[in-house]
């Protein structure tokens, strides 16, 4: 296991070590919980500037980032539980600002669920919802059960050396707005791991989201959900325009039922951010609903109502 060029590595027990990476000060803790693919230092850019008002932690689950290899796929029930206890051994005690993006954000929704009295607010960019396949168009589920099978044969095969350097030229273009002791050991933590995206997502549209729909209602929360229904070149090309556009109306109406769910909820639409890199397309959107969040939880009488809007 190399070793990650900021944050530390945490012993949680178990033989598991996890990475940790915190700055700034005060509280509560904002917590950035990474999407399926993608991994903390991803988020970097989004983590320095909302230290600047709070403290901020990235953190990589186990199997995923520079945390101790897992075996993969698991329970939402593990991973909570697991950064729960990463939290409190890094000394960091809660309420938390959970903010959780695709995969990461129904974990946020299931850690508030399970230790509703540790969570401060939560802040969803463009969450996974555990009913997207039951509800998305028929050639949908059936596109998503052939991309799974062909994600499994894909795992079996090794790439190509050059493959891998196209891989690396792409990585090291896109990081190139992140700090440079940080752009090359992040794209090589990407082409050591690329293999655990597709490990998590199995299991994730039947076991995972059965455990999610059985979890206690969500706590009366400040919620914001942060739904990103621009252009996505990745997200176009795996579905076609139109079903793409078919699937973002499902998940426009399933986040207005996530922000619902919370007397606190809201919902804000990005018409101009895609799906994977919301965070850096959109930057001004999620400070603005952390410093809005952080009002919140820091002024409780000053939570403002239900409501939906574009951001």
């Not at 953190?59 to 729960?84: C, F, I, K, M, Q």
């Not at 752009?183 to 039947?206: C, I, K, S, V």
């Amino acid at each position: 296991m190399t070793h990650p060029p900021l944050g530390k590595l945490y012993d949680i027990g178990d033989g598991r070590t996890l990475m940790l990476h915190r700055s700034g000060a005060g509280g509560p803790t904002a917590v950035f919980l990474a999407g399926t693919g993608a991994m903390s230092l991803d988020y970097l850019n989004a983590h320095e500037r909302v230290a600047e008002s709070t403290t901020s932690v990235l953190y990589d689950r186990a199997g995923n980032g520079w945390s101790h290899p897992a075996d993969l796929p698991r329970t939402a029930g593990h991973v909570t539980d697991e950064l729960r206890r990463l939290l409190h051994t890094a000394g960091l005690p809660g309420p938390y600002l959970l903010i959780g993006h695709s995969l990461g954000g129904a974990y946020a929704r299931h850690y508030a669920r399970r230790f509703p009295g540790e969570v401060a607010g939560l802040l969803l960019l463009d969450p996974f919802h555990e009913d997207l396949a039951v509800r998305a168009p028929a050639r949908a589920r059936e596109r998503l059960a052939g991309m799974l099978e062909a994600m499994a044969v894909q795992e079996e095969t090794e790439p190509t050396p050059e493959q891998l350097a196209q891989a690396r030229e792409q990585l090291l273009r896109h990081f190139a707005a992140w700090p440079e002791p940080v752009r090359e050991p992040l794209a090589a933590q990407h082409l050591a791991t690329w293999r655990a995206a597709g490990r998590e997502n199995a299991g994730l549209y039947d076991e995972v989201a059965a455990e999610l729909r059985a979890a206690p209602p969500l706590p009366p929360v400040p919620l914001i959900v942060l739904t990103a229904l621009g252009p996505d070149a990745l997200q176009e090309q795996t579905w076609g325009t139109d079903l793409f556009r078919e699937i973002n109306e499902t998940k426009r109406s399933l986040h207005a039922e996530l922000a619902a769910e919370s007397p606190h909820g809201e919902q804000r639409i990005l018409g101009d951010a895609g799906h994977g890199w919301l965070h850096e397309e959109r930057p001004d959107a999620l400070l603005a609903a952390v410093g809005d969040l952080l009002a919140r939880a820091r002024t409780p009488q000053a939570v403002a109502g239900p409501g939906r809007r574009s951001a």
